[in-house]
């Protein structure tokens, strides 16, 4: 498959870049080939699983598994997996669609993601030829399941600070793992395990663990809040003995293993997310237009309106951030040839390029679910609280997307983390965007205010003052604690909202001005709406916040003319968000759900 036309920004590229000044990749660029994929996962969800949903979530023993070798039948397990080891070799947009299907069944949903991703995809990247060829065809057909083991009752987020112990035997033909871990989703039924462990407590390593290993014992399933259908169980190795050829990758470099996975990961949780709002708002309009409340159905007060105008927007940002990215990872991958011998570390680089907007996705799209998920038990009133009505299980199994791939803090560390660390190497330009921003403030009056022609002018030119913005109090932070800025957390907390909510307003711009150019303004009202909505709310919180971080970060004498330089950024438009949210409500209540 080509790759689609769009601009190869790099990984944080979006805050550098004139708003609207890319081609990015959108939904509406979906090929007939990525489109049947999306079909055959739909259907697949529709016809298979949630038939069976009261069975998962009580879970009636043999059927998780059950449904995922259905799966890998119909092509939806090895979709990453190369042509060469029984996969299809597929693109990570039609990933995503898989992903999104997945995720109307929270339960399923993390059995299928924890497989296909955290299970599948060390092997695919870091395995050798014998160890891919022995497990990926096995784990693309769904004939074996696979689990990913990092955390320890002693590390969660320092997950480098495993106790997990490997030593070589005697005879130096094997490995001996001691140690246990915990919170392993698949554990109860998976076949073949990715273990981190400390090659003599020292060098960080992934080992490849099968479930019959003599030492390994499965530890009992865990009670959930939510995601009650999925297996969760701690597992404990007591001279666990495994080949000598079953190290994953080099020994001591588990941690780019770790790591890279996980960034897979957040980019597909945040995809999941987008599916879960979609199905919310589906079950939040049905009750709304069926419940009558004084006198008329529910969907015709504002208030309800309100929440479902919401939700459809934040879905739409979310979805535009998601795919924006997929295209981009998919874009990067094209660029690398398949017969290169360095393939596979290309492949883990291209990911790692895109870092910074995985784990912003992670936290956006795991927090506008919940709040989604809470806002549609609300529409719901009591029925809400009961479990006859699905949006109780499903408001459940939401929370667990702030928690897992990495807890929303340490992604909201990353972000800012990431992008200043590769501004300082040079990897990013930042410095050059810092060096325009003081030229502009040490003379205010130049500063170009005019709106740009067209569509959204007013809007593109928010974002990127927002831009500056950031640019300008990421600088002051830089300038003051210097090397220390990595423990100042809060300061880092509202660089990365600030940042989360730039690169909503980015695409959502970008995704909007490519559908007006595409089909004209009167083709795409309900997209230009949410982006007007979006920017209005997300630029009047970017500025509040940076203006509260000067508040704690400087001295009296210099705050006043830092917030001054702040706000020579700042626009207060009139925008009428009431009637936008409420026409983007009208839309999608008489559509029955998210629809453009
Ligand atoms: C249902 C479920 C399934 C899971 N599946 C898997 C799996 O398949 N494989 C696997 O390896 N793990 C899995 N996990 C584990 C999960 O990834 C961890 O729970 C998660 O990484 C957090 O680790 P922790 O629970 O030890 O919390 P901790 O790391 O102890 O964190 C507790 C709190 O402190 C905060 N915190 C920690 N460090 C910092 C810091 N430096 N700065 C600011 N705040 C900080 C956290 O954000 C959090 O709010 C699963 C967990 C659950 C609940």
């Keep these: 498959m080509g790759a689609p036309p769009i601009t190869l920004s790099p990984g944080g590229g979006f805050l550098l870049e004139p708003t609207g000044s890319v081609t990015i990749f959108t939904p509406e660029m979906l090929t007939d080939e990525q489109r049947m994929m999306k079909e055959t996962a739909d259907d697949f969800v529709l016809g298979e699983v949630m038939p069976r949903v009261a069975e998962i979530e009580a879970k009636k023993p043999g059927l998780m598994r059950e449904l995922l070798q259905k799966a890998g039948g119909v092509g939806l397990l090895g979709h990453d997996v190369p042509e060469a080891y029984g996969g299809l070799g597929g693109d990570k947009t039609s990933s995503s669609l898989i992903t999104e299907a997945a995720s109307r069944q929270g339960s399923y949903a993390v059995s299928f993601g924890a497989h296909v991703g955290i299970g599948t995809m060390p092997l695919v990247h870091f395995g050798t030829p014998a160890q891919r060829e022995k497990y990926l065809p096995k784990l693309a057909s769904g004939e074996m399941i696979a689990a990913y083991a990092l955390t320890e009752p002693g590390s969660g987020s320092d997950a480098l600070a495993a106790k997990t112990k490997a030593v070589k035997s005697a005879d130096g033909k094997s490995w001996k793992l001691t140690g246990s871990k915990l919170y392993i989703t698949n554990a109860g039924f998976a076949d073949l395990f990715t273990i981190f462990a400390k090659v003599d407590g020292e060098q960080f390593t992934a080992f490849l663990v ?94 309800i309106r309100k929440k479902i105008g919401d939700i459809a927007t934040q879905t739409f940002v979310a979805e535009s951030m998601a795919f924006r990215t997929a295209g981009l990872l998919d874009a990067r991958a094209a660029t690398i040839d398949p017969n290169d011998p360095q393939v596979q570390k290309k492949q883990v680089d291209a990911i790692e390029e895109h870092s910074i907007e995985a784990s912003i996705i992670k936290v956006f799209g795991s927090e506008i679910l919940h709040a989604t998920a809470d806002e549609t038990l609300q529409i719901f009133g009591g029925a809400g609280y009961i479990e006859d009505y699905p949006i109780e299980r499903v408001s459940r199994d939401a929370r667990i997307n702030r928690i897992f791939e990495g807890t929303n803090e340490i992604n909201r560390l990353l972000v800012p983390g990431t992008m200043l660390k590769r501004a300082l190497t040079g990897r990013l330009a930042l410095m050059k965007l810092v060096g325009e921003v003081q030229q502009e403030l040490a003379d205010p009056i130049k500063i170009d205010r005019r709106v740009p022609d067209g569509p959204l002018g007013r809007e593109r030119k928010k974002c990127d003052f927002a831009k500056r913005a950031i640019a300008y109090a990421a600088s002051l932070g830089v300038q003051k604690y210097m090397q220390q800025i990595s423990e100042k957390q809060e300061l ?46 997300a630029h009047e919180r970017v500025f509040e916040m940076l203006r509260e971080m000067l508040m704690w970060m400087s001295q009296d004498e210099e705050w006043g003319r830092e917030v001054r330089d702040i706000n020579t950024y700042y626009s207060l438009d009139r925008v009428n968000t009431f009637s936008l949210r409420r026409k983007i409500a009208r839309h999608v209540i008489e559509a029955g759900g998210y629809a453009l």
Excluded at 492 to 521: H, P
Aim: include cysteine; glycine fraction near 14%; hydrophobic fraction near 40%.
């Design 492 to 537: 880092l907390g509202v660089l990365a909202d600030a940042l989360i909510l730039t690169f909503g307003m980015d695409s959502a711009i970008s995704r909007t001005l490519q559908l007006i150019a595409a089909k004209g303004e009167a083709g795409s009202q309900i997209p230009l709406y949410m982006t007007q909505l979006f920017v209005a709310n």
């Design 210 to 303: 099968e479930r019959g290993a003599p030492g390994l014992t499965i530890g009992p399933e865990e009670h959930k809040l939510g995601i009650r259908g999925s297996s969760t169980c701690p597992l404990f190795l007591e001279d666990c003995t495994i080949p000598i050829e079953n190290v994953l990758g080099t020994i001591g470099q588990g941690h780019k293993i770790a790591f890279n996975v996980l960034n897979i990961g957040r980019w597909k949780l945040g995809i999941g997310a987008v599916g879960g709002a979609k199905y919310c708002l589906e079950l939040g309009i049905k009750f709304a237009r069926e419940r009558k409340q004084f006198g008329k159905p529910i969907s015709d007060f504002d208030l």
